[in-house]
């Protein structure tokens, strides 16, 4: 059966890391609309200069526009045996909208890694990512540190131009605002999971199998 997963968690959560792993680990595409808008800036596409500005403030690009992208993508041949999302639903218009385009495609397993916000904000504004790949790699400590490159492509690694104070702050707010009622949303359903974020990353790996696995069983939940 394919396995489809929704990561929810907050900007920092470690959901781009895991999802990069899952994927990885279980063949199925990453779907990630934050990497999808960053592409479409750099490649200077209509979306991409509609998304740069509101990006950059930390705040959300509309539920249409980013609904629509989700849909093309979800048309694509990849996706047949699952795929994990990641980014997406923000919203819970954006969550309608998912559950609209999931009939046919069997059940959605949904988990949400949650993580306290003061590690979620040590964590933002100490991250470099891959200016090439997108790859988030832990930041480089000691001197020479500058030179270190992407361990998966050697781009240079840089901090994301929203992982700054004033961004930071307000995507937490908007997470808090209308991400954060998505737990209401998907909590009462038996593909609904937890995991704890706050740990490392094989042991936030090892629990998210383990929540996936039992993903189609009773709602075990916090
Ligand atoms: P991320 O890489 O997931 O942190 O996303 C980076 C930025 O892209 C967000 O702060 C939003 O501005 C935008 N974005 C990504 N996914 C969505 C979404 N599902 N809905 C609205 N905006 C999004």
Excluded at 49 to 73: F, H, N
Excluded at 94 to 122: F, K
Aim: with cysteine; hydrophobic share 35%; net charge positive.
């Amino acid at each position: 059966m394919a396995l489809n997963l929704v990561m929810l968690g907050a900007p920092g959560a470690g959901k781009g890391t895991q999802s990069d792993r899952f994927a990885r680990l279980h063949g199925i595409p990453k779907i990630s609309t934050g990497d999808m808008l960053r592409e479409a800036v750099k490649a200077g596409t209509e979306i991409g200069r509609y998304a740069k500005a509101i990006m950059d403030r930390g705040e959300l690009v509309s539920d249409d526009m980013i609904i629509g992208v989700v849909r093309e993508r979800l048309d694509r041949s990849d996706v047949g045996g699952g795929f994990i999302l990641d980014g997406f639903p923000r919203t819970v218009a954006q969550a309608r909208a998912l559950d609209g385009l999931m009939e046919g495609r069997g059940p959605l397993i949904v988990v949400d890694v949650a993580v306290p916000e003061s590690e979620l904000i040590r964590r933002l504004t100490t991250r470099l990512v891959c200016e090439d790949c997108g790859t988030n790699a832990d930041t480089p400590e000691g001197p020479g540190a500058a030179a270190e490159r992407c361990r998966k492509c050697s781009g240079v690694l840089r901090q994301r131009s929203d992982d700054n104070e004033a961004a930071i702050r307000e995507r937490l707010r908007v997470y808090r605002r209308d991400t954060q009622p998505l737990v209401d949303y998907y909590r009462t359903r038996p593909t609904f999971r937890w995991v704890n974020g706050a740990q490392s990353p094989d042991r936030v790996a090892a629990d998210l199998a383990a929540a996936v696995s039992a993903g189609s069983g009773q709602g075990a939940r916090r």
